[in-house]
């Protein structure tokens, strides 16, 4: 696996939404290119037929009534907001659409 | 009686002077209040501390049992609860700066459990930051000490929990466990910790860091103790979808008689070799000897895949985090820096997140963040998954020859804090002999199985399960404690330095 | 907003062929949200129906909802879609303030129903294949509205609130294969697609998708590939387009407008697209630095879905005959030709028809009176048929007292007119207005003889063999009684004074 460069380091960064100083992108590039050098070794089995576990415990189909159950109040569910209005989340201006 | 010989009890002894009118439940309350009074100054074990909340729990059980109501096991036993879980009359931080005073709405089912059984809750244990770490350390909060040597780790990322029962401020804590963090902060301390089978303690209102590893349990400082914790937290909850729908398995029992007459122990050859500390090697191997004396069949076990397994928790921790603590945006509750009006959402939460969360944070959501991007996810994220497959066949396997498996829970003893702080790889090696009963979900434990003779600092035994046989480390560990306090002619922390 | 270039139509289509791929999310008309026990009943106060799950509250934890999963069944089972044998959530990360957890659960490539159909049927009866290629789970994020800008819009806002309400409401995200070989019809089909998609969600039960209220939208993609040749041209995606008439719109636009970039020489970006219903053109959302990477893995919280075969079939068996074929079935029932069925269907008047003919009434009768005086009723008070307040029932009873001859289509309209308004039932209304028609003989020899003597010419014309003057006469009739009188009977009377033979 080739190593990691501050300029990928940057781009998680951006996508992880983390506003890094230079120094830490620095700092970080050296150090997960580091753990990524060491974690690469998973891929010794990369070819092997083997499925990949996401769950621990084979459960399947675990599902609940579609029954109406107690929500919060607007109140407790606005409890932690930074800030509010008009009973909604007050949020910084919004760019672009999705 | 004397406030020290009240914080010295047992829980389960504690439980039942209350329940024979021997105690009341808020002198133990406050014997427990003064003792935090004197000493977590020194220790920082509790993040906050509900004196009032918990006295009020307190009367109620004194009030309930004066009505002449049957008392629970642990009623009126005061604990200190992890401060991962959600506590409406407490704030919750995860030991993060980015949900400081966060108050939340809910209880965790945990939260409830603990009160329906009641349990006096005391406070919130400090821990490393979203339970990301081995050290304590990683804390917003600053570090806790370990009661052992205040220059030293209590482990992490329980480390306030750990620490609260080795300096009986608590004669119970609850830790939550994604890579070693009951059990590694149990071994440098001392003390029992349990990880229970992945599903067995619902993880609802458990503010999560690697969902298909967290797991919630139990730790004491008797075996006994942990298994009435256990038994008092786990069991199906319908909020969990992963929670496991079955009885729990008699632990309390099994804690009550202990033996490994006739069992068969493994061995496993992939926990021992470079890195281990030769006092924790030495008394280990002092530990399987004990074992044999006391009726056990030893079995040398391979397990090649675990050499793996660290790899493989590296890149599925982070992953899982990464997404997980995506949450922590600034826009519904917590923390929320930089919002001067001219600025956009997503700059704020970009500020808000370097400004809240601490670089272990960073360096795990970054990692987890690039083993999921699109060209790396299946050399990374797929392979760890395949590994993980692995180890769960290489622990199926293993408990065909044999009933449990034991090992060293950790590959040192505690080290001083400050060490390993800016030193990741350091850092992970902790959670060697810990991080594959994670991967497969199975459960573990660790108790005190002496002290290394170079430092003086005690040493943790792991006894590993398979899922769903819990009640067999009780059974293990009950054998063991009870043999080792016979050699001691006491138990470990007797030995522990007075605060 | 900037100009667009386009080509016409017809060039357009002379030098491209039009290859579509349409994304249709449904919302679900469960109680409950798809992870968490919060009701999903429209009208609340903002933030009433949300808990520590559909805000993505730090601890919470999520659980399917078993309606959502067999909603979903159904929807894969009416596509003609393969059921996944076992599938599991996956998570789709990235940040945006309407979604609480900042992922989406999803399902990426484990989507409960996939490999399927739907046969649609345009205009003029001919029917269009349309391949599916998945049908899968997933929820709805908040809304927000935007503050401080001059129009509401997003941009220019100073700040944003949010509204946590539908946040985890159930969604069915439908796609298709690539739809080639459309042609000139592309947009047609894009259309009939819509439309016919919606009309089996509704036959199924589980949502009314009603797309004006966004519990169905559509994003239309679309690229073109120069006639002759068989690779894909770069798509656009132009997202939330919101109404049948918008879907059809959208396709043409953006076949004109990359017509118009490829034949000068330009090359279309991958970009998505925003819809505007005032003038029916598209124009470039916001151009992101770096493209989207969704990090998609299995959600961990949630354990896998595997829906037993035995309760598959049991849902097959249950669903409901497909909308297009029981058109077909009704249209011959009822001898409407293709044309007049499709208007029919285009004032979803289908349901309202069969309904009313379930309750007695003849189908030319119950297909007078919805096309006619009810979508005129409707069409006036800006709402849709079925939201009249009238019943199937109703207009039945309406109908019968009509062929019984109890009432003329005269006083029939005054009696619809008096349900609509709230008056009660139609024979209550006939009741409170005195709206039977007079066919009693004594009550109307008067009038006629009034009317007889009153136009004496006309009367001899008619002794004198010019029997179709009547019709004067009996107009002469019905005025002096209101229009109540029976018509038919009251020619006979006339013809019988004169002593004609009718
Ligand atoms: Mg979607
Ligand atoms: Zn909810």
Redesign the pocket.
């Known amino acids: 696996m080739p190593g990691i460069t501050r300029e990928e380091v940057a781009h998680l960064a951006r996508l992880a939404r983390l506003e890094l100083s230079g120094e830490e992108l620095d700092h970080f590039a050296g150090q997960l290119d580091d753990i990524i050098g060491a974690v690469a070794r998973v891929s010794e089995v990369a070819d092997q037929d083997v499925p990949p576990t996401s769950h621990p415990l084979p459960l399947t189909n675990v599902m609940r009534a579609d029954e109406v159950r107690p929500s919060l109040t607007p109140e407790q569910a606005l409890s932690g907001a930074p800030a509010q209005e008009q009973q909604r989340f007050k949020v910084p201006q919004i760019l672009g659409e999705e | 009686m004397t406030d020290n010989s009240i914080i010295k009890l047992t829980a389960a002894e504690t439980a039942r002077r209350i329940a024979a009118g021997e105690l009341t439940a808020v002198e133990v309350t406050e014997a427990h209040l003064a003792r935090i009074e004197a000493v977590d100054e020194k220790v920082h074990a509790f993040l906050h501390v509900d004196r009032e909340g918990a006295l009020a729990q307190a009367r109620e059980v004194d009030a309930k049992r004066a009505r002449g109501e049957e008392l629970g096991p642990l009623a009126g036993v005061p604990l200190a609860l992890k401060d991962i879980f959600t506590t409406r009359s407490m704030p919750t931080t995860v030991g993060s700066k980015i949900l400081e005073g966060w108050i939340p709405p809910y209880d965790a089912t945990l939260t409830k459990r603990l009160k329906d059984a009641d349990v006096v809750i005391l406070g919130k244990t400090n821990m490393d930051e979203f339970a990301m770490g081995s050290s304590t350390e990683n804390s917003a909060y600053g570090p806790t000490g370990n009661p052992w040597d205040l220059t030293r780790i209590p482990g992490g990322s329980g480390g306030g929990s750990s620490a609260a029962l080795a300096s009986f401020q608590a004669p119970l804590a609850i830790g939550t466990d994604t890579g070693g963090s009951i059990r590694q902060p149990a071994a440098v301390t001392a003390t029992v910790g349990v990880k229970p089978t992945y599903g067995a303690v619902s993880r609802y209102g458990m503010v999560a860091f690697s969902s298909s590893l967290d797991q919630g349990g139990p730790c004491a400082r008797t075996v006994l103790d942990a298994a009435l914790l256990h038994e008092a937290i786990a069991g199906h909850d319908p909020l969990d979808s992963t929670s496991i729908d079955a009885p729990v398995p008699p632990v309390v029992e099994a804690a009550r008689n202990g033996s490994v007459q006739g069992m068969r122990v493994g061995v496993v050859r992939q926990f021992r070799g470079e890195g281990y500390q030769a006092g924790v090697v030495q008394r280990f191997e002092e530990s399987v000897g004990l074992l044999k004396e006391l009726g056990a069949e030893v079995v040398e076990l391979d397990c090649p895949s675990f050499d793996l397994a660290l790899a493989a928790y590296y890149l599925i921790a982070p992953s899982e985090c990464s997404s997980n603590l995506a949450r922590f945006d600034a826009m519904r509750y917590g923390l929320r820096v930089g919002d001067d009006g001219t600025r956009s959402a997503e700059d704020v939460t970009s500020l808000t997140r370097e400004a809240g969360f601490g670089a272990e944070v960073k360096r795990r959501i970054m990692l987890g963040t690039y083993a999921l991007s699109s060209g790396y996810y299946d050399a990374y994220y797929g392979s760890a998954q395949k590994v993980r497959t692995l180890i769960t066949r290489d622990f199926e396997k293993a408990f065909e020859q044999v009933d449990v498996i034991v090992s060293p829970t950790t590959p040192t003893t505690a080290f001083p804090i400050g060490e390993r702080a800016d030193d990741p790889m350091a850092m992970y090696l902790a959670d060697l002999c810990t991080i594959p009963t994670n991967l497969a979900g199975n459960a573990a434990m660790s108790l005190p199985c002496g002290l290394a003779p170079e430092d003086g600092l005690p040493v943790g035994l792991q006894i590993i399960a398979p899922a769903m046989k819990d009640d067999r480390l009780y059974k293990v560990g009950a054998a063991v404690e009870a043999a080792f306090v016979e050699r001691w002619g006491h138990t470990l922390l007797e030995e522990a330095p007075s605060l | 907003m900037t100009v667009t270039d386009l080509v016409s139509y017809e060039d357009a289509l002379a030098s491209y062929d039009p290859v579509m791929g349409l ?1 249709v ?1 449904v919302e679900l008309g469960t109680k409950t949200k798809m992870f968490c026990g919060c009701s999903t009943e429209l009208g609340a106060q903002p933030n009433a129906q949300t808990c520590p799950t559909c805000l993505g509250l730090p601890g919470s934890l999520p659980v399917v909802n078993a309606t959502g999963v067999e909603s979903a069944v159904k929807i894969g089972l009416a596509l003609h879609c393969e059921i996944a044998e076992w599938c599991r959530f996956a998570r ?1 990360n990235y940040f945006y303030p309407d979604m609480p957890k900042n992922f ?1 659960t ?1 399902q990426y490539d484990e989507p409960i129903a996939f490999d399927g159909y739907l046969d649609v049927q345009l205009e003029d009866g001919e029917v269009f294949r349309v391949e599916i290629e998945r049908a ?1 789970m ?1 929820e709805d994020t908040g809304k927000s509205t935007h503050v401080g800008g001059a129009t509401g819009r997003i941009h220019g806002a100073s700040h944003s609130l949010l509204d946590y309400n539908r946040a985890g409401i159930p ?1 069915i ?1 439908i796609v298709t294969k690539p739809i080639t070989g459309a042609g000139e019809r592309a947009p047609e089909v894009a259309k009939a697609y819509v439309a016919e998609l919606r009309e089996l969600i509704r036959a199924l039960g589980v949502s009314e998708a009603r797309m004006e209220m966004g519990q169905m939208r559509c994003d239309v993609n679309l690229s073109l590939m120069p006639k002759g040749s068989e690779r894909f041209g770069t798509r656009s995606e132009t997202k939330n387009v919101n109404s049948l008439r918008s879907v059809e719109r959208a396709a043409r636009f953006e076949i004109q407008r990359h017509a118009a970039v490829l034949s000068s020489g330009g090359s279309i970006v991958q970009e998505t697209r925003h819809f505007h219903e005032d003038d029916g053109s598209t124009t470039s959302g916001r151009v992101k630095e770096e493209a989207e990477d969704y990090r998609y893995f299995p959600e961990p919280d949630l354990v896998p879905v595997a829906p037993p075969r035995a309760w598959v079939e049991e849902l097959r068996a249950t669903l409901p005959e497909l909308p297009r074929l029981r058109r077909n079935r009704l249209r011959e029932e009822w001898g409407v030709p293709a044309l007049e069925m499709q208007a029919i269907l285009n004032a979803g008047a289908v349901d309202l028809i069969a309904a009313t003919v379930e309750a007695g009434a003849r189908p030319a009768a119950a297909r007078k009176w919805w096309m006619g005086e009810l979508a005129r009723s409707a069409n006036e008070s800006g709402r849709s048929l079925d939201e009249l307040d009238i019943t199937p029932a109703q207009v039945a009873r309406i109908a019968e007292l009509v062929a019984a001859g109890e009432l003329n289509d005269k006083l029939a309209r005054q009696v619809i007119v008096g349900v609509l308004a709230g008056e009660g039932d139609p024979d209550t209304v006939v009741e409170k207005r005195g709206l039977k028609v007079v066919s009693d003989d004594g009550a109307l020899g008067a009038a006629v003889d009034e009317a007889i003597a009153g136009n004496a010419a006309v009367a001899d014309k008619i002794r004198g063999g010019k029997v179709a003057a009547v019709g004067a006469l009996v107009g002469a009739v019905m005025k002096t009684t209101r229009g109540q009188a029976d018509a038919a009977r009251v020619k006979e009377l006339i013809l019988q004074r004169l002593g004609v033979e009718g």
């Open positions: 994304e999310h789709k989406q999803s899968h997933e969604l995200e």
